[in-house]
């Protein structure tokens, strides 16, 4: 596993990272990724700490250390213990860096349970599991092609789209863009595929059904960063998330970019291309990732809501209290729904097993609406209390100011300087462009929101389930007839009780 000196000499390597026109000399280093880098280090750290490492590691089989959700689980035990380990790392950024290492290992892990699912590539397959969990890798992902020419087929938009351009002998040549990289400056690998949603049509579009692992120094691969909230930051006490916990954005561009064939998982195939999520499990796992550390993150939306509605001295009012259980109710539905996810998990050929579908999906589901149900919470029982705040820290400096704010910024039974350290916290999380980028992160990590439902309904039909739900309303309706019951016990003597 990477130590964190390990994980931050391992950005300095040569990628071509851009930001403000400028080409970043060291990712690790630049003003614009260091904080968030650190905040990633700090991840490894937990990794090789004596007060952690029984907690987030284990051995494979093949005898090395890696952290719990980088390798297959074997029962239900195993899937709890993988969800408190990505529980603690969560807490280390308080559920806001979502696209942490384990995110990808929902997948990466999956290489291992089934790499002939990735014929003739299953070698690759097991090479980049062992990888992986040997160093605890950081890859990220691009599923998604740009946002122009969607309404056209993928053949008419070659300029734009990631396709092969050349076949050699050592491997593929690609060209085009894919989006949205999140993390990409500071991630070790870029995983790069389709959606489940795309749709390319055979005889004409397998030059876009690729799905292959990248490092982030190849030649000629351009990533194209968002602005640094981290960057803009003004101080950890004005910007207290935003300055360390900015998962940078990126579009990737494949400028002609060389993908050896010992990288390939999957070539030319789109049925294996649209396919292999489903079947690879990693729609089972990932869930796992995602809905623990949005429960995390729910802690701390609890406790930040319940400590500013005290310093506004409103939490004891009976309103504002029902609006905080509509968020603890989401706190604890997050929470129950990781446990149903590791509960009476669906076993796989290889004796591995995953999270069953139908809780993965309702995981999926309420997780993306989870941030549209708070927002409007916050807005109407806290009014305008979070934009009374100070400019920035150097107003508590100014001696001219000084007495003015320790007397009118004060809350209920606490000293200015705390409330505003409080509200600053609460605007950053949630007022920010960092909080609306987070918002908007929450909406749409699982994907399209349509799909999100579509994928929960086709499963509820293929697996049976919703046949069981309309088995039940014909038992019901099979007790009765026009003339009375049907089964008999309930009793009925033809007279209708309810004439004139």
């Known amino acids: 596993m990477m130590t964190p000196e390990e994980y931050l000499a391992s950005l300095n390597d040569g990628r071509e990272v851009y930001i403000y026109g400028q080409k970043v000399a060291d990712v690790s280093r630049h003003p614009a990724f260091r904080n968030s880098a650190y905040s990633m280090s700090r991840l490894y750290e937990a990794l ?13 089989p093949e005898g090395y250390r890696t952290h719990r959700y980088f390798m297959p689980s074997r029962s239900c035990e195993d899937l709890l213990k993988a969800r408190d380990a990505i529980a603690h790392w969560s807490r280390l950024t308080y559920g806001f860096m979502g696209r942490t290492p384990d995110y990808k290992a929902g997948f ?27 160093k605890v890798l950081f890859l990220n992902h691009v599923l998604v092609n740009p946002p122009a020419g969607r309404a056209r087929a993928a053949s008419e938009m070659r300029d734009l789209y990631l396709h092969v351009e050349k076949e050699t002998d050592a ?36 030059d876009f059904a690729l799905c292959f692992i990248l490092p982030m120094n190849a030649p000629n691969l351009k990533i194209i960063c968002r ?98 259980a509509d968020i603890v109710a989401l706190r604890n539905l997050m929470w129950s729904l990781t446990e149903s996810l590791c509960h009476n998990p669906e ?10 579908l139908e809780a993965a999906s309702t995981v999926r589901y309420f997780g993306t609406q989870m941030m549209s149900q708070l927002k409007p919470v916050f807005n109407t029982i806290l009014g305008g209390s979070p934009i009374m705040q100070v400019s920035s820290w150097l107003d508590l400096a100014n001696p001219e100011l000084k007495e003015l704010i320790g007397c009118y910024f004060q809350g209920t039974d606490q000293e200015a300087v705390d409330r505003l ?55 019901c309706m099979a007790d009765y007839t026009p003339d009375g019951w049907a089964r008999p016990g309930w009793q009925f003597d033809g007279a209708c009780r309810d004439r004139v």
């Open 48 to 60: 090789h700490h004596p007060d952690s490492q029984e907690l987030m590691t284990d051995i494979d």
């Open 108 to 134: 990466t892990a999956t290489l291992k349970s089934d790499p002939h699912l990735y014929a003739p590539f299953h070698d690759n397959a097991l090479n980049w599991y062992r990888q992986s969990a040997r």
């Open 171 to 206: 491997g593929i040549i690609v060209r085009g863009a894919k989006m949205v990289a999140t993390s990409a400056a500071i991630s070790n690998a870029t995983f790069v595929a389709q959606n489940s949603a795309a749709q390319y049509q055979p005889g004409g579009e397998e």
């Open 227 to 324: 602005r640094s909230y981290e960057a803009s930051a003004l101080s950890p006490f004005d910007n207290p998330l935003s300055s360390r916990f900015d998962e940078n954005d990126s579009v990737l561009i494949f400028d002609g970019v060389f993908v050896p064939w010992e990288n390939v998982l999957i070539y030319r195939d789109i049925e294996r291309a649209r396919s292999f999520y489903s079947a690879s499990g990693f729609l089972n796992r990932y869930p796992l990732q995602s809905g623990t550390r949005l429960a995390v993150k729910m802690d701390f939306i609890c406790g930040l809501l319940a400590k500013v509605l005290e310093s506004n001295g409103s939490d004891g009012f009976r309103g504002v209290r029902t609006r905080l």
């Open 347 to 356: 076993p796989r050929h290889d004796g591995s097993v995953v999270p069953r």
């Open 421 to 475: 350290k409080l509200i600053k916290l609460l605007w950053d999380a949630l007022g920010s462009e960092f909080g609306g980028r987070h918002e908007l992160y929450e909406h749409n990590y699982a994907g399209n929101n349509e799909q999100v439902r579509l994928d929960m309904l086709r499963h509820c039909e293929s697996s049976g389930v919703l046949e069981q739900c309309r088995a039940l309303v014909d038992d």
